[in-house]
């Protein structure tokens, strides 16, 4: 062992390392479904030749709402809808789509 050392070090150099692994797992994971989740938005808008069109946006301190027309090939088409994304720290934390 090291000198300077002692066993809580090494336990928590442990727990750091093991910590680091989890949250590369997660971030490979998490790359993987973003990847997985723009496929299938971009295979959607391919099969049903989607267009959308923003027809209005408006922000406070905790949100930004966007509305969106959507239209092409697709049942019920055109259709709006509305994108409600809360923010915390300039962060997106929850989105509610509704139409």
């Known amino acids: 062992m090291q000198a300077g050392w002692e066993p809580d070090h090494v336990i928590l150099a ?3 390392r093991d910590l680091r692994s989890d949250l590369d797992l997660v971030a490979v994971q998490r ?3 973003l ?3 723009r496929g299938w938005v971009q295979d959607t808008i391919d099969r049903y030749a989607t267009k959308l069109v ?3 946006v408006s922000e406070s301190s905790d949100a930004i709402m966007v509305v969106v027309r959507m239209s092409g090939s697709f049942p019920g088409s055109p259709a709006t809808a509305r994108f409600l994304f ?3 720290d300039g962060l997106i934390t929850h989105l509610d789509i509704k139409s």
């Open 14 to 16: 442990v727990g750091v």
């Open 31 to 33: 790359q993987a479904a």
């Open 35 to 37: 990847g997985q989740l």
């Open 54 to 56: 923003v027809e209005g």
């Open 86 to 88: 809360q923010l915390v």
